[in-house]
């Protein structure tokens, strides 16, 4: 174990999905339902991997500030995006860390954007809806040379899915349901 981390399953894991890229595949969906102004509650469905089915039932939660609308419940919906950057980029370093025998002491992610409300209320046809970028700030601390956290820094940014699905154009395809 390091960093809490399993290092023996983490890579049996890995030599695993090397042999039989199949075994990569995971596949994950998330149930969200409308709880009333701008709060919403969702639920993470079954995940597979390796076409076993992993239960998941979790709830989180979302609302908007009183200055948006909503009634401060509970992290907007920007505010989950950037933490689900975050905690995805963190196991990037936390497992590159341990794979290379580094006992972390300290990981801080603080990632930040601006937006223009003017696009998300239609006000302005010219003004998108989303960023036009995000910044983030990696800290990290632990036994490991300047050089090493370098190297699993390069390789998050090569290889965080989140960090990937912010970053490059991902197809989106959507579907309405009228009741």
């Not at 990290?140 to 998050?156: L, M, P, R, T, Y």
């Amino acid at each position: 174990m390091l960093n809490n981390i399993d290092l023996n399953h983490l890579k049996q894991t890995a030599e695993a999905i090397n042999n039989d890229p199949d075994k990569g595949f995971v596949s994950f969906a998330v149930n969200t339902r409308w709880a009333g102004q701008c709060r919403t509650q969702s639920r993470p469905k079954e995940m597979v991997i390796d076409g076993e089915v992993i239960p998941r039932n979790f709830l989180i939660e979302s609302d908007e500030p009183e200055a948006l609308l909503g009634k401060d419940t509970a992290a907007n919906p920007q505010e989950l995006l950037l933490s689900a950057l975050n905690a995805c980029m963190s196991v990037g370093y936390v497992t590159g860390a341990a794979m290379k025998g580094i006992t972390l002491t300290k990981l801080e992610i603080t990632a930040k954007g601006t937006l223009d409300l003017r696009g998300f209320l239609g006000l302005d046809a010219n003004v998108k809806a989303g960023y036009d970028s995000l910044e983030y700030e990696v800290t990290i601390e632990g036994d490991g040379s300047k050089a090493q956290f370098e190297e699993i820094h390069q390789n998050v940014l090569k290889t965080s899915p989140n960090r990937f699905n912010i970053a490059m154009p991902v197809r989106l395809e959507g579907k309405l349901t009228v009741l």
